[in-house]
Structures are given as C-alpha cells and as structure tokens.
C-alpha cells in the first residue's frame, strides 16, 4: 500500500513538472520587421536597459530580502454591480489583477489565482495574501487583457479557468496567441501597439510600455505593453508592468481627459537594476503628473515577494510624497477590500 502511495504521487509530481515545463516557453514571434520588432526580438522604443546581472546577483548574496508576513483575509467578497452606463467600478483583487466594471462589462487586468508566480506549484515567488474576490464569486468576465508574458501576470490555471468558464476575449500582444491556444485558451486576440477593438460600448487600445517578456530563456520575444479603456466620454488606463519613461506623457497627449489610471509603484529594489523595468514611488508618481488623471491607483505591490522591499514599503513611501505634495487623487488599498467607483 505504502509503496503504491509512493509511486502514484511520484506520477502526479511527475506530470505536474512536464506541465510547468509546457508553460516555460512561449513561441517566437514571427512577423515582418519593424521599430518594435527586429526580426529576433522585440525593443523598447528607448532601449533596452537590464541593469547589471552581476551586480544584482552580488546585492542578493549580501542583502537579504525583507519578511514578509501572510495576511489571513479571506476572499470570500461576491463581485456585483448594477449596471451603469457612465460608472466606473474597481477593486483589486491582488498584485496586477484589478476588476474594471464599465458600461455593463467587466473587465480583468493580468488575472493571477494560481498560490505562486511560476510554472511549478512548489517553487517561485508565493502569494503571501488570497484574491480579495474568490474565482468563484467573480461575475461573468467579458474580456481579459494581459500586458505581457511574466508569471505574476500570465497565468495559463486562470485562463483555462475563466476561457472555460466565461469563454472572454483575452488580448494579448503579439507572439502570445500561439502560446496561448497551445492550452485550449480560446477568443485570444493578438495586438500591436496602437491596436484598437470593440467590446460592446468600449474601445480597447494596446499601448506600449517600458518592460520586457520573458517565461524561460525566450527573452523579448512577445509584445508587452498597457491598455486602455474607453467609452464615448471616459477613459480608464492600465499600465501594466513598466519603468517610468515618456510613454506617459504621449498617451496623455493622445487620449486627452484620463479618469482612472492604475499604475504600478513596487518590485522596485535594488534600484540600481529594476528601475529599468519597474517603478519606485517616485517614479509612479511621476507618472501620475504625466498622466494627469482625476485618480490615480496603485498596483503591482503586497502578494508576490518579487524584489527586496517590504510589503507595504511602496504604498507607505508614496504616502510620504502625496503628504509632501498635497495630492489626494492617487490612492491605494492596504487592505484590498474595498470597491471604489468614479462617477
């Protein structure tokens, strides 16, 4: 009996590692070349700064990360609204996954349920507090977007979720589809920067951003980027996973009045290296300026110990420049249990 324990879980550790490995590659982007594509990987339009691995590696081995401690909240929330035609609802649900509620649609941010940021469920950065909104208590979702390829943003568990059980659009940049479909994840629309659909009474534009992609040695091979929703007078902006850079100023040029931006302000130490890729307080709030919305809200902070910060190092330094300056139109959610609406 013990031996036949044994082995049937040797068989299910053994599947669960090939199917992690299914997820670690993403395919090559093929496509004609172009200022973002130079026929072998995808750019930043201001290049493509990293920062020093070397460096970063010497930093880890002499900088220990700051304890995090896991928040027992339980998401047991049910996810409803009326529907509104001029409206805006949002909540976040943890990390990068924000529901946007908008002329009768919701709409899901980068949806991440899995308990770790990776492709193995024994390994990779852990969730250290539960979605505000369990799966099960999510309303209908009508479409999905994903801003780029990473782990603690591309979560195959709940796609194949939610394509099965809502069957939503789900955009993503170019080079994502194919990976994507590979897992039966089905109503997957690929987009370019500048790209705009129709969902319902909504434009869904994808715009760039200053990150990179990336699932297991496939570097900058699919498109990343931000997004934006917009209605016949609102506009709710979703910028992704990013590092502070002129992007910003032009999607303000571009889109004029901004009523919602959510933006993301952690993963951001050792600042030598990430701010490359990910924005520190100050950066997120130079963004804010850029953008100029009637509210600005934080994201990308407090459920995947990613880089060397404590939990609530980023919400806590911002508070310290929003007293500074005397700004409350960016804001955030220590608890994430709440819902916020713009009307």
């Not at 969730?127 to 603690?152: G, M, N, Q, T």
């Not at 709710?236 to 910003?248: C, V």
């Not at 990910?278 to 600005?296: G, I, T």
Request: net charge neutral; charged share 25%.
């Amino acid at each position: 009996m013990i031996n036949y324990i044994i082995l049937s879980a040797l068989i299910v550790s053994v599947g669960l590692f090939f199917y992690g490995c299914k997820t670690l590659h993403v395919p090559t982007y093929e496509g004609p070349i172009t200022e973002r594509w130079d026929g072998k990987k995808f750019n930043n339009p201001n290049g493509n700064d990293m920062g020093d691995f070397r460096a970063l590696m010497k930093y880890q081995f002499k900088n220990k990360k700051a304890k995090w401690e896991v928040i027992d909240t339980p998401s047991d929330c049910q996810a409803s609204y009326p529907e509104s035609d001029e409206e805006i609802h949002y909540k976040q649900i943890n990390h990068a996954t924000i529901l946007v509620q908008h002329k009768s649609k919701n709409i899901l941010t980068d949806p991440v349920y899995s308990k770790r940021a990776s492709p193995f469920s024994w390994t990779g950065p852990k969730r250290y507090r539960e979605p505000s909104i369990a799966f099960e208590s999510l309303p209908k979702i009508h479409a999905v977007v994903i801003s780029h390829d990473h782990y603690d943003h591309l979560d195959i568990k709940t796609l194949q979720r939610l394509s099965k059980r809502d069957a939503p659009f789900i955009y993503v940049g170019l080079g994502t589809k194919v990976f994507l479909e590979k897992f039966k994840i089905k109503n997957v629309i690929e987009m370019d920067w500048n790209d705009k659909v129709k969902l319902g009474e909504i434009d869904i534009t994808f715009l760039p951003a200053k990150h990179w992609s990336n699932r297991f040695l496939s570097p900058r091979k699919t498109l990343w980027g931000s997004w934006m929703f917009s209605s016949k007078n609102r506009n709710i902006y979703f910028a992704g996973d990013t590092g502070y850079d002129t992007h910003f100023k032009q999607i303000k040029k571009d889109f004029g009045k901004i009523d919602l931006a959510l933006i993301p302000v952690g993963a951001y130490k050792p600042r030598f290296f990430m701010q490359h890729v990910h924005m520190a307080p100050e950066d997120a709030y130079m963004a804010h300026q850029d953008l100029n919305p009637e509210v600005s809200f934080a994201i990308h902070w407090g459920t995947f110990q990613l880089t060397h910060e404590d939990m609530f190092d980023p919400v806590n330094e911002l508070q310290e420049i929003l007293d500074k300056e005397g700004d409350t139109r960016f804001h955030y959610d220590k608890d994430h249990n709440q819902y916020y609406s713009l009307k």
